[in-house]
């Protein structure tokens, strides 16, 4: 019975010493066993020879130089609306292609509390004080910021400004929000 015992203890103590090694390995190879800059140089390596980022399906290419115009400067330039069409086409997510995809047109620009560029839209108009209007209300709050980050991608950003999304009517915002990155994340808020 000793003998076994024994046994029994060399092949626990075997798979903790396992254990400990797997663990080891995975820290260090999380951390690279230096400040990270050979690992970064090699996967940035290998996305260029492969053109595929590692664990991304996209192919890696530069980002796109951003528009410098105003946003007066925008709505009156002819095709700077298909421009905006085409980047969100190749670069924006999932959200903003569907959001984008029902904006018709800049309709104008005004300057109000915020600069502010608007968009017609094929969107519903929805009777705000309809009992159970609240979800569509929302809904359209929300693909409206999916549109903000969509141009907050496409424009540089001088100072803070909104995009406002008009109804297929055109006499209500179906959403506004303010242009920027986590617009989505900070519910249209420019704040």
Same mark, same amino acid.
């Given at each position: *019975? /000793?003998?076994?015992?024994?046994?029994?203890?060399?092949?626990?103590? $075997?798979?903790? #010493? *396992?254990?400990? +090694?797997?663990? $080891?390995? *995975?820290?260090?190879?999380?951390?690279? /066993?230096?400040?990270? !800059?050979?690992?970064?140089?090699?996967?940035?390596?290998?996305?260029?020879?492969?053109?595929?980022?590692? /664990?991304?399906?996209?192919?890696?290419?530069?980002?796109? !130089?951003?528009?410098?115009?105003?946003?007066?400067?925008?709505?009156?330039?002819?095709?700077?609306?298909?421009?905006?069409?085409?980047?969100?086409?190749?670069?924006?997510?999932?959200?903003? !292609?569907?959001? +984008? =995809?029902? #904006? =018709?047109?800049?309709?104008?620009?005004?300057?109000?509390?915020?600069?502010?560029? =608007?968009?017609?839209?094929?969107?519903?108009?929805?009777?705000?004080?309809?009992?159970?209007?609240?979800?569509?209300?929302?809904?359209?709050?929300?693909?409206?910021?999916?549109?903000?980050?969509?141009?907050?991608?496409?424009?540089?950003?001088?100072?803070?400004?909104?995009?406002?999304?008009?109804?297929? /009517?055109?006499?209500?915002?179906?959403?506004?929000? $303010?242009?920027?990155?986590?617009?989505?994340? !900070?519910?249209?808020? $420019?704040?």
């Amino acid at each position: *019975m /000793g003998s076994s015992k024994s046994s029994s203890d060399s092949v626990i103590g $075997c798979g903790i #010493l *396992m254990a400990v +090694v797997l663990v $080891c390995s *995975m820290v260090s190879a999380c951390s690279g /066993g230096d400040d990270g !800059k050979a690992d970064t140089a090699s996967a940035t390596e290998h996305s260029a020879a492969s053109g595929v980022a590692d /664990g991304s399906p996209k192919p890696t290419r530069p980002k796109p !130089k951003k528009v410098t115009l105003s946003l007066d400067e925008i709505v009156n330039t002819p095709g700077t609306f298909q421009q905006f069409q085409h980047f969100v086409a190749e670069h924006g997510t999932a959200h903003e !292609k569907k959001a +984008v =995809e029902h #904006l =018709e047109k800049w309709r104008g620009f005004s300057r109000k509390a915020y600069p502010a560029i =608007e968009v017609a839209s094929d969107y519903p108009t929805v009777d705000y004080e309809a009992d159970g209007a609240t979800d569509e209300v929302m809904a359209l709050e929300k693909e409206s910021q999916y549109v903000a980050e969509a141009f907050a991608a496409w424009w540089r950003i001088d100072e803070p400004s909104v995009i406002q999304v008009f109804d297929r /009517g055109g006499r209500y915002t179906a959403g506004t929000a $303010c242009i920027r990155a986590d617009s989505a994340e !900070k519910e249209g808020s $420019c704040l």
